[in-house]
């Protein structure tokens, strides 16, 4: 069985910076297929970035070229770095696995961006 966990998230103030840290453990074999979501209030929940399972990389549109993917295959660990954070990035943030076999999502971490 596989558990996410998400660390990193906080109160920032605009322009500022974060990163996120998604750790799994238990039964995983690769790291392919793992992303981040978020929700704010009233919205639904929507992709921000991941891995696809071929590896490759996805990203909103809203946040390319402010937000990066990257993982730690030693560590298990997918980040989230968060650059030049606006308002309305304020949301909890999942980490995700999804692949044929499987769809796990971590309990998330709240991101706020306010002055």
């Known amino acids: 069985q596989v558990q996410l966990v998400e660390t990193g998230g906080g109160l920032v103030q605009p322009g500022g910076s974060l990163r996120l840290s998604c750790e799994a453990s238990?039964?995983?074999?690769?790291?392919?297929?793992m992303g981040w979501y978020r929700q704010a209030p009233g919205k639904q929940r929507e992709l921000v970035a991941r891995?696809?399972?071929?590896?490759?990389?996805n990203y909103a549109d809203s946040v390319k070229g402010r937000f990066t993917i990257s993982r730690d295959n030693a560590k298990n660990t997918v980040f989230l770095q968060m650059n030049n954070l606006e308002p309305e990035d304020t949301a909890v943030y999942y980490c995700?696995?999804?692949?044929?076999?499987?769809?796990?999502w971590g309990r998330g971490t709240q991101v706020t961006v306010s002055s």
């Open positions: 995700n696995l999804h692949t044929i076999t499987r769809n796990i």
């Open positions: 238990g039964n995983i074999f690769s790291l392919n297929g």
């Open positions: 891995f696809t399972t071929g590896g490759l990389t």
